[in-house]
Each structure stands twice: as structure tokens, then as C-alpha cells.
């Protein structure tokens, strides 16, 4: 009776790695769960061995039962690490949605022996749910039992390796300096006239790129002199001031040392941003040359700081943004809209993407072509970063985007969320917010003119005779003495439970209306939509740019009376402030407020019709602004000009 060969622990390898091969054939799905509103899904599967992406299976569109008979060879350096198999439903253009996960332990597998595995698969957070499972044929060997299938398969897994090269690596973000200053796009065209390696006289060239940690690998072109390779690598640019790309070529030799064919560096500080440039460098140390195009975009970030710790850089810093972003720099740099500071303090009860029941999570910040990261917190659904992000603005019209991932040491992270706010919704709030203090200072200023108009003679009786004697009996002391009595008479309201508050509600009575907004929109949406919320969005902008130019305009106005602009009105109010200053020498301020007071409460006793009008915005309305001068100017120049003018200088 023969005896089957089974991995044990002391069968397991640890120094030889590529040790085992694992043979699989992915051979169909069973009752996945649906994650599609039409009832199915688009599934495709993910084989991760030590937190790295091994294998990923084509998509099966529309089937809850996909057929994929795909086979995948996976080199195993260590057998205690399980193979973990995710299930997902592709989405274009979207997130891809989770389905289940599994694992599988390698330890039970016989070695030199086909096995046909089922998974179930699960879902940490709902571990109820039945997913549905996943179909596989498995065979462990050990590696010298198939050299010949080895030899195969290493070519596939350089071909897997170059493609994970190609990808940043989180660790790479995940550094001090998280700060993007831009990304460097290379283009990698073609070698020319290369030195030959090769008996034959020709080479198999590949290339490889180095900027800082980041690394990039070319494909190989086989037998040439004259390669075209047509890749495309993106590289994140950490410093202000550029840095080198180191540039090497290389000989594939299979089974020996690859050869050294040259190398060349591309000093990024010498280029210009925003521009393409096409390069030939030569190559030293060899011969040929390699025709690049070579792409620096500049990144809008600003800064990132830690939400904890307020460092003298961060001060400094702060302390320049409001210095470019003050008043006397307004219309310096008119393209320079801006800037945005995103403070991520934390997330709540998130995904969790691993088997274990936990995840991974960190959080990218993204405004236009510029992305932050936060550190990672691992094994946590609650993680709290407490990280300030800030951003250059460019453009009002830009979308804030939010995503949070789970890292899985991989080029590929594991979507967990996602929230995106555009920047013309937080105008709009700040503006909701801003209208709000400003109604209850208009709902005041009309309390008090009715107080004036006699509308409830009751009121304004009571208030005339409090006016009288508060500003008889003035005294300093009675302006704390006020606070504190407006203090106590809200502690009384909360006491007696007759809390006027609002500030709990205003968040959330701005999100219910948004909310409604949506709703309608969702209801109404041929008719309405997404038009509707941006002429609401430009009404809001226009009342903004209304508001500051009244503002502007007052401010002017006043300046433009004391620097002569109009000499008449100065005349006037150098007459007028005059008397004044004669005035208030002479009589005392509290019967000059008894006066005024007097005179504008019995205002309309005396005279029921008279209009209510005030003086002093009366003579600044009649003083031009800035902006009605150099119109004004304009017009001058433009009347000199006209043909009946011209006619009358010249009558001959």
C-alpha cells in the first residue's frame, strides 16, 4: 500500500526561495452574491501571496456562476503563508465592489497530487452572508520535480515582477516628505545604434529607471540593435528643485549576469515645467543613444503637518500663506484663486478588508492633479490620523476627493470609501453660514427702526423712555454689566427649558436641505438636475461679488473724499466736520445722543410721512468710487473725440 507524501513543518523551507510551485486551474464560481442593481455581478478573482498580488483572473460579465478556467503558477517561498483569494465585482469606471475572500492553507495540501478545493467565501462584516464559492485545482510540487514548468514560468514572473515595479510602492508614500512638488511623466521612444552583447551581433536591451526610491523597469526587445519600446513612467517628484534620473541599459543574457549595455542621467532641474521635451542622450560607457520625452507638471500642494504638533516650519509656514492671501496681494496673481486646508482627524466603523476582520486603512487626499497621503494605521476600523492638508487653488470649479484604502503591500490597495466635495458646495455653505449671522443683524436693525416708525406704540414707547434713561445714567460699567445680564437671561432660558439655541441645528438643518435638494432632483431630475444647483451656485457667487463691491466701493468712496477727488464734496466736508468739532468742544456727547435719540423717536409724531433717510450715506453715495472715476475718465476721452467735437475745434 503506497504512502502519500504529505507537507509537514519540518518539510518547510527556508532558505531556498521559489522552493515549491503551486499549479492552479481557477475553475469556476458558485452563487456569488450580487453586487449589481440588475441582480448579478461582473466577478473576477485576486490570488495575494504575503500581502502581494500573484495572479488576477479575467472578468465574466453578468454571471453568478462564471466559468474561468484559468490557470496561474505561483512560486512559494514559504508554505506557513496562505494564499488569499478576493473576490470583486468590476464596476467601469467606478470602485469595484467586494464580494467574499478566502484562504487557503498550503500546509494541507499533499505534495505531487492534483486536489479539486472548494472555498466558501466570507465577509468580515457580515459573517452570516452566503457569498457563494470559488472552484479550485491545486497541485504543490517541489520545484526541482518540474524544472521544465519553472523554466516557463519564469519568464511569466518577470513579467509579473516588471509590472509591479511599474507601481509606486506605498512605502515609497508613505515617507516624511509626503509632500508631491510634481510628477515627472518620461517616455521611454527607442535606442539607437546600440552596443552589441551578443554572438550574433545584436543584444536583447531593456532599461531601467531610478529616481530617488522609485524604480522602473523597461520590457525586453529581443534581438536589436535599434529597440522600440513606447512605455510611459510616471515619476512623483518630492523636491522643489528637481532631482536626476539615473539611466542604465542593460543586456538580457537568460541563465548568466545580465551584460551593461550604457548609461545616461537627466538632470530635471534644467528643464522647464509644463512642457514637453524630447531628449537624445548619448549613453556613456557604451555606445548608442536613447530618444526620451520627458514631461514636469507641477503640483498645486502646498503642505502636509500633523494635526498635534504646531512646529515653528508650520508657523512659518501659515504665516506666508496669509501673507500671499492678504488684502494688499489681491490682484497680484489673479490665476492664484486661493488656498484650501483639509483637516482628516479620523474614520469610523470602516470596511473591513482582510480575512481577519480588520483592515489596513490610510487616507488620500486629492485636489485636481495633486495627491496626499496620511500614514497607515494598521489593524483598526476606527483609525485616527490627525492630518492638515493644504492646497493652492487654481480653479474654484475643482472637486475635492477623499478615498480611504486598505494597504495590502502591493501595487494594488483595497478600495474602502470614498466622499467628493466640490469646492464651489463649501462657497456655498460658508455663504449659507455667513447669511445666517448677517439676517439676525438685519432682523435687529428692523426690530429697532420699528421701534422708530411707532409700529407698536407700546414697544416703542418703552424703548424711547429705556433710551432716555440708559443714556442719562451712562456709565462704562454698563457695557460688561449688559454681557453679563444677556449671560444670565440665557442660563435662565436653559434652566427653565426654554433653550433658543441654534448652533446644534444650523450643520444639520443645512444638510436636511440638502438632503430635500437631492431628493428633488432625484424626483424632478429631467427637469432640473444639475443645471439648477449651478445657476443657484452662480446666484450665490454673484451676491458674493455684490456685497464686496458695495464694501469696496464705501471704502473708496471715503478715501476719494479726503484726497480732493471730487473738490466740491471736500469743501463740503471740511465745512461740515468743522462744525462738528465744534459742536462736540463745546456741548457734551451725552446731550448730543439725547438730541439725536430725541429727534429720531418722535420723528414720525411730528411728521407721519417723512422719510427716513441718514445723512452721511446720503453725501458718501454722491462721492465716485475708484472704478466710476476711470469710467468717468474714459468717457471724458471718449467725448473729446467725437466727430461733433472735432467739427467744433476745427470750423475751417
Known sequence: MGCKQRTSNEDFPSGDPGMYQLDITLRRGQNLAARDRGGTSDPYVKFKLGGKEVFRSKTIHKNLNPVWEEKAYILIDNLREPLYIKVFDYDFGLQDDFIGSAFLDLTSLELNRQTDVTLRLKDPRYPDHDLGSILLSVLLAPREEQREVTMLMRKSWKRSSKFQTQSLRLSDLHRKSQLWRGIVSVTLIEG????????????????????????????????????????????????????????????????????????????????????????????????????????????????????????????????????????????????????????????????????????????????????????????????????????????????????????????????????????????????????????????????????????????????????????????????????????????????????????????????????????????????????????????????????????ASFGERIKNTFNWTVPFLSWLAIVALSVFTIILYFIPLRYIVLVWGINKFTKKLRNPYAIDNNELLDFLSRVPSDVQVVQYHELKQDSSHSPSKRKKNNPG
Not at 536626476?244 to 541563465?255: E, Q
Not at 494635526?307 to 500663506?321: A, H, P, T
Not at 492638515?388 to 477623499?402: G, Q, R
Not at 426654554?498 to 444638510?511: A, Y
Request: aromatic share 10%; with cysteine; hydrophobic share 40%.
Open 192 to 551: 539607437r545604434e546600440l552596443k552589441a552583447m551578443d554572438a550574433n551581433g545584436l543584444s536583447d536591451p531593456y532599461v531601467k529607471f531610478r529616481l530617488g526610491h522609485q524604480k522602473y523597469k523597461s520590457k525586453i526587445v529581443p534581438k536589436t540593435l535599434n529597440p522600440q519600446w513606447r512605455e510611459q513612467f510616471d515619476f512623483h517628484l518630492y523636491e522643489e528643485r528637481g532631482g536626476i534620473i539615473d539611466i542604465t541599459v542593460w543586456d538580457k543574457d537568460a541563465g548568466k549576469k545580465d551584460d551593461f549595455i550604457g548609461r545616461c542621467q537627466v538632470d530635471l532641474s534644467t528643464l522647464s515645467r509644463e512642457q514637453t521635451h524630447k531628449l537624445e542622450m548619448p549613453l556613456e560607457e557604451g555606445e548608442g543613444c536613447l530618444v526620451l520625452l520627458v514631461t514636469l507638471t507641477a503640483s498645486a500642494a502646498v503642505t502636509i503637518s500633523d494635526l498635534s504638533v504646531n512646529s515653528l516650519e508650520d508657523q512659518k509656514e501659515r504665516e506666508e500663506i496669509l501673507k500671499r492671501y492678504s488684502p494688499m496681494m489681491m490682484f497680484h496673481n489673479m490665476k492664484d484663486v486661493g488656498f484650501l486646508q483639509v483637516k482628516v482627524i479620523r474614520a469610523e466603523a470602516l470596511m473591513a478588508a482582510d480575512v481577519t476582520g480588520k483592515s489596513d486603512p490610510f487616507c488620500v487626499v486629492e485636489l485636481n492633479n495633486d495627491r496626499l497621503l496620511t500614514h497607515t494605521i494598521y489593524k483598526n476600523l476606527n483609525p485616527e490620523w490627525n492630518k492638515i492638508f493644504t492646497f493652492n487653488i487654481k480653479d474654484i470649479h475643482s472637486v475635492l476627493e477623499v478615498t480611504v484604502y486598505d494597504e495590502d503591500r502591493d501595487r494594488s490597495a483595497d478600495f474602502l470609501g470614498k466622499v467628493a466635495i466640490p469646492l464651489l458646495s463649501l462657497l456655498l455653505r460658508n455663504f449659507i453660514r455667513m447669511k445666517r449671522c448677517v439676517m439676525v443683524l438685519i432682523s435687529a436693525a428692523y426690530y429697532i427702526s420699528s421701534c422708530f416708525d411707532w409700529d407698536s406704540p407700546p414697544r416703542s414707547l418703552a424703548a424711547f423712555l429705556l433710551f432716555l434713561f440708559v443714556v442719562w445714567n451712562f456709565e462704562l460699567y454698563m457695557i460688561p454689566l449688559a454681557l453679563l445680564l444677556l449671560l444670565a437671561w440665557n442660563y435662565f432660558l436653559i434652566v427653565s427649558g426654554k433653550d433658543n439655541r441654534q448652533h446644534d441645528t444650523v450643520v444639520e438643518d443645512m444638510l436636511e436641505d440638502e438632503e430635500e435638494e437631492d431628493d428633488r432632483d432625484d424626483k424632478d431630475s429631467e427637469k432640473k438636475g444639475f443645471m439648477d444647483r449651478l445657476y443657484a451656485i452662480q446666484e450665490v457667487c454673484v451676491s458674493v461679488q455684490n456685497i464686496l463691491d458695495e464694501v
